[in-house]
């Protein structure tokens, strides 16, 4: 697959210069692309993570010590990836 060419890939022209607004256009609708999928991967290991610590027998509902487990999980979850994501941003 060339994006390259305007014929098939629906970007137009990407290949006039690096710094062209078609090129911008793609560069930002990929990394928007790119945020989704790393929220939505997140998102995915939370989610697994935390049922499986806190839902011992999935059932029509939860009791209420797997709802405060799954809060408390959560909670804890997002706690420690931002304080990981600054501790990342201060060493760069």
Request: charged share 20%; hydrophobic share 35%; aromatic share 8%.
């Amino acid at each position: 697959m060339s994006f390259g060419s305007s014929s098939s890939s629906g970007f137009g022209d990407l290949s006039d210069s690096p710094s062209s607004p078609a090129q911008q256009e793609f560069s930002n609708f990929l990394e928007q692309e790119n945020q989704k999928a790393a929220v939505q991967a997140v998102i995915a290991k939370l989610t697994e993570l935390c049922w499986d610590k806190c839902v011992q027998k999935p059932g029509s509902k939860l009791s209420s010590s797997e709802t405060e487990c799954l809060s408390n999980c959560a909670e804890r979850f997002l706690d420690a990836s931002l304080f990981i994501m600054q501790r990342m941003v201060k060493k760069q």
